[in-house]
């Protein structure tokens, strides 16, 4: 299997992090990035750098005003006086209807759901070749590689189509679900993330296209906290085409391949052409996020059951942070998945 990266990807270095209103470091490093790349090798699977794919993609997931947003905001914010290293909002609006602000700062509020997704100089360019590489790989599966893995960083399932948030800004893995989806009737997401992919979930709501199911910590006392509830199934034409399910927290393996037979079946029931797997591995019980306590072994079965799909498939790197099993865990899900799958 082919894995696809660019150096570009390590220059967004996020600094400001708020945790229960408390300053901490923030978990999303560029020293993931080694890890999970040895991790990749360690499965047999070799780098490859994505091409530039333009903006073409990516405009078929997020608004224009967004992506104009993303790009010139670090230098708007800096020519306000006294202004931070990052952007940060201060403000944000409750609800969507009232007017679009002309202001950075009103702006920021507008396009980013938290404070932990600070934007610097070089956030747009780490963002715009994470989705580049979410792209080469959905194209790598379209030319009939079986599968392919898109080592995204910064990460991409809770932005939304014209939100940031959660230490995300483009979302690489709906990003790949609409390449994919070029040439397949109906594709869909499996979220295995700790945390909901409410960003991918808001994209997709109303399409009966693209099926998502995210299996995750349960939301009621966990980020995102406004999403991620089993009562959540899609609107309009889109009902029916999105599937939560909420694991009790520091669940094990045995609760979290339970919950994946019934995502399977949901998505066997689908009848999808290809698989876009938003491959989160802070599901780990080591992982600094403690919500679930998937093993390392539990991680190979993952890839092992989802492999059984025998689809297309792409795998978009999502969430996981630095602890000692991290690059073991990448490892033991692809070897996983490629051990029932066969070499490709
Ligand atoms: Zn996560």
Same mark, same amino acid.
């Given at each position: ?15 400001? &992090? ?6 901490? %470091? ?32 990516? +405009?078929?997931?997020?608004? %224009?005003?967004? #992506? ?9 914010? $800096? ?25 950075? !700062? ?7 759901? *938290? ?35 898109? /080592? ?34 109906? !594709?869909?997401?499996?979220?295995? *993330? ?6 991918? $979930? ?7 296209? !693209? ?35 909420? /694991?009790?927290?520091?669940?094990? *393996? ?5 919950? #994946? ?6 998505? #066997? ?22 919500? /679930?306590?998937?093993? +390392? ?15 297309? +498939?792409?795998?978009? $790197?999502?969430?996981? &942070? ?5 690059? *073991?865990?990448? +490892? ?13």
């Amino acid at each position: 299997m082919k894995a696809f990266y660019a150096n570009e990807q390590k220059r967004h270095k996020p600094k400001a &992090y708020l945790s229960s209103g408390t300053a901490r %470091p923030h978990p999303e490093k560029p020293e993931r990035v080694e890890i999970l790349l040895a991790g990749a090798s360690s499965a047999g699977l070799t780098v490859e750098r994505p091409k530039n794919h333009g903006l073409g993609p990516i +405009t078929a997931v997020h608004t %224009p005003e967004y #992506l104009d947003f993303l790009e010139h905001i670090f230098a708007r914010w $800096q020519r306000i006086d006294g202004a931070s290293a990052e952007v940060i909002p201060n403000i944000h609006p409750i609800t969507r209807n009232g007017s679009y602000p002309a202001s950075a !700062v009103g702006q920021a509020g507008y396009h980013m759901a *938290d404070t932990v997704c600070p934007i610097s100089t070089e956030t747009w360019k780490s963002a715009l070749w994470s989705a580049w590489s979410a792209v080469e790989a959905a194209e790598a599966v379209k030319a009939g590689a079986p599968s392919a893995y898109a /080592l995204c960083r910064p990460p991409g399932h809770h932005a939304f189509a014209d939100v940031a948030g959660g230490f995300c800004f483009i979302n690489n893995s709906a990003v790949a679900a609409l390449a994919l989806r070029r040439s397949a009737a109906r !594709v869909a997401i499996l979220d295995v *993330d700790l945390h909901h992919g409410n960003g991918t $979930q808001g994209i997709f709501y109303a399409r009966p296209d !693209v099926l998502t199911v995210s299996l995750h910590a349960d939301p009621v006392c966990f980020y995102p906290f406004f999403w991620g509830y089993a009562s959540e199934r899609g609107e309009g034409a889109g009902l029916g085409y999105n599937l939560n399910l909420p /694991l009790p927290h520091k669940s094990g *393996d045995a609760a979290f391949l339970e919950a #994946l037979a019934i995502a399977l079946r949901r998505i #066997l029931a689908f009848a999808p052409e290809a698989l876009v797997v938003a491959l989160g591995l802070d599901a780990f019980e080591g992982d600094p996020f403690g919500g /679930l306590s998937v093993t +390392t072994l539990g991680f190979s079965r993952i890839g092992e059951a989802i492999a059984g799909l025998d689809l297309p +498939t792409v795998i978009v $790197q999502e969430g996981g &942070y630095l602890c000692d099993a991290l690059g *073991d865990n990448l +490892t033991a899900f692809l070897t996983g998945f490629g051990g029932r799958r066969g070499p490709g």
